[in-house]
């Protein structure tokens, strides 16, 4: 195997230091001379016509700068595909969400434009709303979107093998309803924003995961080109998808605020408007069929998902995809049909979150497998194993795998000491019952979309050996610049002292498709070690020919060049960066390197090919300790054996996975927002019950180590899979621990109580 200078390495991240000192700055953190404020008003209202609009009280109060309502933006809609741009910066006829964005207040300060946003004054239309996707599916409920029948937002249908065949093949059938609950992304940093509109066109400090998708969105809401839009990036207080992936009311507002008044605007959105209006994980509903032998080979299965999409499309079109597209993994499916659905109502938006897509139907496919298994008195570790896919393979709907290791993983937590401490479903007698869960899950990295896919990054060299790092990939937390830094130090010979990664900034970083689905590592990642490999080449010509050998002897090591088998043809990096810059008329060392996948064609509407570059599997043990008198559950211990290729940074991969796997606890035990008529009753981070420090478990992760040919060095996916292999595995200990079998999340003490009650009567 390959030793590594840099790869493989515990280093602390390059941005550890002006996180902690507070040095870092957010989008929250900038401030202008003469900068203007902006506020919201929202709509008291799930669903209502808008009759008229006063603004007049609110623009004669004084420090008023500007007021805007929805016809300002003459009609402009966005979203995610063309034919789905729904989307309004401020609601223009109607409102269809509680607390959507009406109007909008510029203020020479905060208090202000909150105070001019009471002035104004709006009459509606009470209209009668839906907020049950099942509901909203039947004749005659009302209609979110007058454009579509029955509140069909966006429907995926697939349909591989003979499903009727394999169920008669089976010698045990099972359907059973799933539902996942409505989570939020959970970050700490509000959506927050600076814009500038001036000669040069629009330039905005904003939080955004995804810079480039805003960059778009502006261009074409002001009918500018690209070149007159600049998106200058913050650090990011993380993402998670959803709304830092997507753009705001307040981006528009703000930009259109600073056309009219010359001035910089900026918004910071409140936790509550965070909670009560922002993105959030689709509410899913999952009926799950599947066929089994006696032995417990799957024969087939089939899935019909209704998500609940709220008042407009966004993403929500990929989010159904990916529902069918890798349920194809990570078990062998040699029949299988899968239906989704995702509906109109007047609750928040769906969108996508951690694990995207794919958190809800494996939930449902990993519990169904284990409640057939118990049926039929196999263990739940080897009926995984009977059935788990081994690389190479390629799926009914061609997903391609060419790296596995769920069977190694699988195998690893069987040998666990935890593992034989499960009680297998029989509880004992007492108030204080144990319970030990298992799940084996897979997910995509190096995700792929419609249009752009690729990533670019510049690596320049300085004359005095030090590199400057340009990418338009973002690290909202993840700390995937550290990684980035690593791989051009480890391509260079260097230290990722002697490397500065630049933040993003869309007038001179490369375009870059996004941050989302785990693509950063293995695509900015590959075209970081293009762009360095570029400058070594360079480098090495120069060294050539001073030593008058072949550039493929040039070994970069230890920030020194020398010469295979000539110890004595050797010299500083610096002292070649010189060389090169200073010799003749002088060289500007520049390397280019893009990464690109998806040279076959995808074929979204079927699902047929791969979402992504490679797969990652991960297998997890989770303990858990019950309460069977109040219900209350305690996660105590968490295993988790991930194959993410080949960790290149341990220390990052360890936290990615720890902290994905808290996400998932989160969903399945604790997070919900309390829905009644549209409005979200637990706006706060009291209420809502987000895992605590001290909710949180041991962690232990062993990597399982398969080198996958598509990622740098070897890496895959190194965080989405944990959020994904959580909850069923949490499920299936409290399962273990009281011998219930829960299938809508989360479980919250109350539905053990009640669940116990049921089962003692």
Avoid at 238 to 260: E, H, I, P, Q, Y
Avoid at 402 to 411: D, P, S
Avoid at 650 to 669: K, L, R
């Amino acid at each position: 195997m390959e030793e590594y200078s840099v790869i493989g390495k515990r280093i602390p991240r390059v941005d550890g230091r002006v996180k902690v000192t507070g040095e870092a700055r957010y989008a929250a953190d900038y401030s202008m001379p003469g900068m203007l404020w902006c506020k919201m008003l929202r709509s008291p209202y799930p669903h209502a016509r808008i009759v008229s609009i006063d603004t007049s009280r609110a623009e004669k109060l004084p420090g008023v700068k500007g007021v805007l309502t929805g016809k300002d933006f003459n009609g402009w809609t966005w979203g995610w595909m063309p034919k789905t741009r729904d989307e309004p910066p401020l609601a223009v006829d109607k409102v269809r969400y509680l607390a959507e964005a009406v109007a909008a207040v510029a203020a020479i300060d905060e208090d202000t434009a909150e105070e001019a946003t009471e002035l104004i004054k709006v009459e509606y239309e009470e209209l009668p709303g839906v907020f049950d996707p099942e509901e909203a599916m039947k004749e005659g409920a009302p209609r979110v979107h007058d454009y579509v029948k029955n509140n069909l937002s966006w429907d995926f249908h697939m349909d591989f093998g003979d499903v009727d065949k394999g169920f008669g093949e089976a010698d045990l059938v099972r359907e059973d309803r799933f539902e996942t609950g409505r989570v939020i992304t959970g970050y700490l940093e509000p959506p927050a924003a600076v814009a500038l509109w001036d000669s040069g066109g629009i330039t905005i400090w904003a939080a955004k995961q995804s810079p480039y998708f805003v960059y778009r969105h502006l261009a074409a809401c002001f009918n500018l080109p690209l070149n007159k839009v600049r998106i200058i990036q913050p650090f990011i207080g993380a993402g998670f998808g959803g709304t830092k992936n997507d753009s705001l009311a307040g981006d528009f507002c703000s930009v259109l605020f600073s056309k009219r008044t010359g001035r910089p605007v900026k918004f910071v959105y409140n936790m509550h408007e965070v909670l009560m209006t922002c993105r959030r994980r689709h509410n899913m509903i999952i009926h799950n069929k599947m066929g089994m032998k006696k032995d417990g080979i799957i024969t087939a299965m089939q899935s019909k998902v209704i998500a609940d999409g709220g008042a407009y499309t966004a993403i929500g079109p990929l989010t159904m995809y990916l529902t069918g597209s890798i349920s194809t993994l990570p078990y062998k499916l040699p029949h299988f049909r899968h239906d989704a659905y995702r509906i109109f109502t007047n609750n928040p938006i769906g969108a996508a979150m951690r694990g995207h897509g794919v958190t809800h139907t494996r939930f449902a496919a990993e519990i169904q497998m284990e409640m057939m298994a118990e049926e039929l008195g196999i263990d739940p570790i080897e009926v995984r194993l009977k059935n788990a896919i081994t690389a190479p393979y390629e799926t009914i709907n061609k997903v391609t795998v060419h790296t596995c290791g769920l069977k190694e993983g699988l195998k690893t937590l069987s040998e666990n000491p935890k593992w034989k401490k499960r009680s297998g479903g029989s509880p004992p007698e007492g108030p204080l019952s144990h319970g030990v869960g298992i799940s084996g899950t897979a997910y995509l990295g190096g995700a792929r979309q419609r249009g752009h896919q690729s990533c670019g990054a510049v690596v320049r060299l300085c004359e005095d050996g030090t590199i400057d790092y340009l990418t338009g990939a973002t690290d909202c937390g993840q700390g995937s610049d550290t990684v980035l830094v690593q791989i051009v130090a480890e391509e260079l010979g260097l230290g990722v002292e002697d490397v500065d990664i630049k933040r993003v900034d869309t007038a001179v970083t490369p375009c870059d498709a996004g941050s989302y689905g785990s693509r950063v590592t293995v695509l900015a990642g590959g075209a970081a070690r293009n762009a360095a490999r570029d400058v070594k080449r360079q480098l090495a010509e120069v060294a050539a020919r001073n030593w008058e050998v072949d550039p493929g002897d040039i070994i970069f090591k230890d920030q020194r060049v020398y010469v295979k088998g000539e110890p004595e043809k050797a010299m500083p990096f610096r002292k070649l960066a010189q060389v090169a810059c200073y010799a003749g008329s002088g060289a500007v060392i520049i390397g280019r390197g893009y990464s690109q996948y998806g040279i076959e064609e995808l074929d979204f509407d079927k699902g047929i090919g791969n979402a992504g570059t490679s797969y990652s599997f991960t297998s997890q043990l989770t303990e858990v300790d019950v309460d069977l008198e109040t219900g209350f559950v305690k996660c105590t211990d968490m295993v988790i054996a991930h194959d993410c290729g080949r960790p290149l940074n341990p220390i990052n991969v360890e936290a990615q996975n720890q902290g994905g796997a808290i996400q998932g606890m989160g969903q399945a035990m604790y997070e919900r927002f309390a829905m009644d008529l549209g409005k979200t009753l637990n706006a706060n981070l009291a209420d809502y019950k987000m895992p605590l420090s001290t909710d949180v478990p041991n962690i232990e992760l062993i990597d399982i180590i398969t080198d996958d040919p598509n990622g740098p060095y070897g890496a895959k996916e190194a965080s989405e899979g944990s959020t994904v292999s959580s909850p069923p595995s949490v499920v299936s200990a409290i399962h273990d621990a009281t011998g219930i079998w829960f299938k809508e999340q989360p479980v919250t003490p109350e539905k053990i109580v009640m669940a116990l009650k049921k089962k003692r009567e």
